[in-house]
């Protein structure tokens, strides 16, 4: 049997393939807009094409990903406030195996205790309306939210006047969960932190 590829040798994969399919050098031809031949020769489908060809190679990625059990989990670093973490999270280009699903919610609790401690004394926001807007929460209120979900992530935006640590709450696949996809079996809420006075960004 040939070498299984790493996760981040698929990433950078993906990476390169993506790359080739923004610059038309992979196109799926057979894309149609409308459906109707007559109406679809006066279309352009470049963009269509392109985005095409790399859904269907990242299919494939993927598919490539359940057969030979590859992870999907990267681990990451984050730093705030001079606390620093590592935590998992699964790669956006790639799937949650149940095995990924079960390191993330072992690492849930340290990353929720990395994020209490850290946002004291910020004020906590509640993406709604697919994050087109924000309502303001309390500390209960995420802990409530936290019961309910079985895995946690984490961003940050920052620069030498602004602060925002995003904590995402979610259950079920992760590259399902941020748009909710596959909402009720996956999905995700956001906790936005920002200094007080100031409001989300991300």
């Not at 790669?91 to 609790?109: G, H, M, R, V, Y």
């Amino acid at each position: 049997m040939s070498q299984v590829y790493t996760t981040q040798e698929l990433i950078q994969i993906l990476a390169d393939e993506r790359r080739a399919c923004l610059k038309g050098q992979r196109l799926k031809l057979e894309v149609t807009v409308s459906g109707n031949p007559v109406i679809d020769q006066f279309i352009k489908t470049d963009g269509l094409q392109k985005f095409t060809a790399y859904q269907d190679f990242k299919a494939a990625i993927h598919k490539y990903q359940r057969e030979y059990k590859v992870s999907g989990i990267v681990w990451k670093t984050i730093s705030v406030k001079s606390k620093t973490l590592d935590y998992p999270a699964v790669d956006s280009q790639l799937i949650t195996l149940p095995s990924d699903l079960e390191t993330l919610k072992t690492a849930k609790q340290s990353i929720l205790n990395f994020w209490y401690g850290v946002t004291t004394d910020m004020d906590l926001y509640l993406s709604i309306n697919n994050s087109k807007q924000y309502q303001s929460i309390q500390l209960i209120d995420v802990e409530r939210i936290a019961q309910r979900t079985e895995w946690s992530s984490l961003w940050k935006w920052e620069n030498s006047q602004f602060l925002e640590i995003i904590l995402q709450l979610g259950w079920g696949k992760a590259e399902s969960a941020a748009y909710k996809r596959d909402f009720p079996t996956s999905g995700s809420e956001y906790v936005h932190a920002v200094n007080p006075g100031s409001t989300p960004i991300g």
